[in-house]
């Protein structure tokens, strides 16, 4: 349909245009932006080895609102997708803006100096992107994103009311590694050490990072231990379904990452806030994460399997029900078809199918949305078609804890 641009050369970018150059009955130019072009060149060497399809490469600091829609005007895509760190949400949507193009992203605004993220940051651009007659789409990953649709679709197909619905994101993937992140290593830290919120009878309800564990058997994984944690989702959930009386969402981790975290942080490699070092200023989280094994590289030796999804307790035709949608993403299986492990796949396929119902204007509007305010059927037929099958299974009970 038209051209993309796409900001960001980690795995979820890496995962995002192998499968845009899958679809090229939609995607009819795919150009990949990241400020290390040497990697968005591995990444389209990948892609014509694996599809056969030609992307273009482009260096860009996106932090440079100029130079980002300076690179918009001049591929002229139909849709800009920021898979590049959540720092830069802010100056891509201004380049966006300026330049007169559709944004969608995979995880909201974060200021630098600060471990918060929340929604309001980007919520400021509704008026100025209804202006423009431009969409943004924001949280088009899994969770957020996906897990967001699920509730859709719970809503729309399985039931009248949702009482309380529980996220549960468990990776049962191992890479032999003594200590990696699955994802941006400065993100998935700063995310984890936050503390605890969750929403409960009108009002965030906040305790402390990692205080609260439960065990949950996943299926085809087994039993884990998951952790209580702040998520992005919540905070749009709660705003488009106010009737829901509890959101909570989870997240399994071993022990081993647990331990190395723990230490980590004790002697203040997790801060980020700088320090000075040799005459110079340093944050140590980044220092740590330059240090801390790639996620890009991770596909090759990464074994096991995701289950992600959303547990909603409600009422169907009078009767209390409660449902199970999730999704089991395969660690091999994923680096077979795009050479990127199970976590990045998950994030990667539904930015790609975001856009592309964008670009086919299955989903349209003018402003600033959340997935969750848009038709789930779409998108979920698009996961089946594209890689993320997912399943219904009812339950016999609310959860206990």
């Not at 389209?44 to 100029?66: F, M, P, Y």
């Amino acid at each position: 349909m038209s051209g993309v641009l796409v900001i960001g050369a980690g795995g979820v970018g890496s995962v995002a245009v192998h499968k845009m150059a899958m679809c090229p009955e939609v995607f009819l130019h795919i150009t990949l932006a990241s400020r290390r072009i040497g990697k968005c060149e591995a990444i389209a060497a990948s892609v014509k080895h694996r599809t056969g399809v030609t992307i273009a490469t482009a260096e860009l600091d996106a932090d440079d609102v100029a130079a980002t829609a300076a690179l918009i005007e001049a591929v002229k895509p139909r849709l800009v997708v920021n898979l590049a760190l959540p720092y830069q949400d802010l100056a891509i949507m201004e380049a966006c803006l300026k330049a007169g193009v559709n944004y969608l992203d995979t995880a909201n605004y974060e200021p630098r100096d600060e471990a918060r993220f929340a929604y309001h940051w980007q919520w400021a651009y509704r008026e100025r992107f209804r202006a423009e007659g431009l969409m943004a789409l924001l949280g088009c990953g899994f969770d957020p994103g996906v897990t967001s649709v699920f509730t859709g679709h719970v809503r729309k197909h399985l039931l009248d009311r949702i009482d309380s619905l529980d996220i549960l994101d468990c990776n049962g993937g191992d890479n032999g590694l003594p200590f990696a992140t699955n994802f941006n290593p400065e993100i998935n830290i700063r995310e984890v050490t936050a503390p605890s919120r969750h929403w409960e009878k009108g009002e965030w309800v906040e305790g402390p990072a990692l205080a609260q564990k439960q065990v949950f058997d996943f299926e085809e994984v087994g039993p884990r231990n998951m952790y209580l944690m702040y998520h992005e989702e919540l905070e749009s959930l709660a705003r488009f379904y106010p009737e829901i009386k509890r959101i909570r969402f989870w997240m399994t981790f071993g022990e081993s990452y647990l331990r190395h975290l723990e230490v980590l942080g004790n002697v203040g490699m997790t801060r980020i806030d700088p320090v000075m070092f040799e005459g110079r200023e340093i944050i140590p989280l980044q220092f740590l994460k330059a240090i801390l094994p790639e996620p890009s590289s991770l596909g090759a030796v990464t074994r096991g399997k995701t289950n992600i999804g959303v547990i909603a307790t409600g009422e169907k035709n009078g009767q209390p029900r409660t449902v199970y949608v999730f999704n089991i993403c395969d660690h091999e299986t994923a680096n077979a078809e795009t050479g990127n492990q199970a976590v990045s796949y998950t994030t990667g396929v539904p930015a790609m199918i975001g856009a592309a119902l964008m670009l086919t204007g299955q989903w349209r509007g003018a402003g600033v949305f959340n997935i969750e305010q848009l038709n789930p059927d779409p998108f979920m037929d698009q996961l089946k078609r594209y890689g993320l099958p997912w399943q219904v299974k009812e339950m016999p009970a609310p959860l206990a804890f």
